[in-house]
């Protein structure tokens, strides 16, 4: 299995450097394949450093085509954020091997791994083990549908803590807080800075963040990687707040 290591090692020198890094997500099931060139010229202009691909519900082959598009059109890299093993495409520069450890649910711990190594062996895409927290946010949110597991109450901040640590401890590369696509509230900065204080891997926080002041502070709480979908999805203007 060939692999690149450019994307970890990136992410980890932009921390050093303490430059803070913005993925924009693309759901391949709400995007219209059409918009791609506009889409992307927006991305292109603005501070997002990293393009992440995925969604709970994808029908199959949708992410392959999306992720080819996509790649026309920018140098930045494209990591796969899979719902689930159907995603996983060659077209992309990494994966996000997610490990849903807010859950007890042995297919998202480790079933569907097992199912996915088929299809990384034949492909060099570069794979981040990523411990997956998500975060009670007000509301049901797709991920706890489709894994039927519960998220960590947002008062619990000794189990969040303790779970990332754990992630970090097993040899996870990374640690995403996740709050749930279209999350009502956000995770909180006391969240933030209770797991940035006691992890040594990088930090990726995700979930209803809808501005760049609740961008700005998920920042100064610690957060080294911000993931925003939806409020661009539904808003295309939120690009001009965040150009270069
Ligand atoms: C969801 O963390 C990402 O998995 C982004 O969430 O769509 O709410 O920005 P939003």
Known sequence: MAENKNILSGIKSSIFKEDKLLAILI??????????ASFIAKINASIATHIFVGGSTVEV????ALVKEIKNHTTLPVILFPGDVTQITNEADGLLF?????GRNPEY??????EAVSKLKKNN???IPTGYILIESGKIIAVQRVTNTQPI?????NQITNTAKAAELLGMQLVYLEAG???KYAVSEEIIKAVKAILNIPLIVGGGIRSKKQLESAYIAGADLVVIGTAFEEDETFFNQIKK
Do not use: M, R, W, Y
């Open 61 to 64: 082959d949708a992410t392959e």
């Open 109 to 114: 711990l480790i079933g569907k791994h097992i």
């Open 27 to 36: 759901d391949p099931d709400k995007f219209l394949i059409e918009n791609t």
């Open 181 to 183: 696509s279209g999350a």
């Open 98 to 102: 997610l490990s849903l450890i807010s």
């Open 153 to 157: 109450s947002q008062n619990s901040i």
């Open 125 to 127: 895409l570069e794979v």
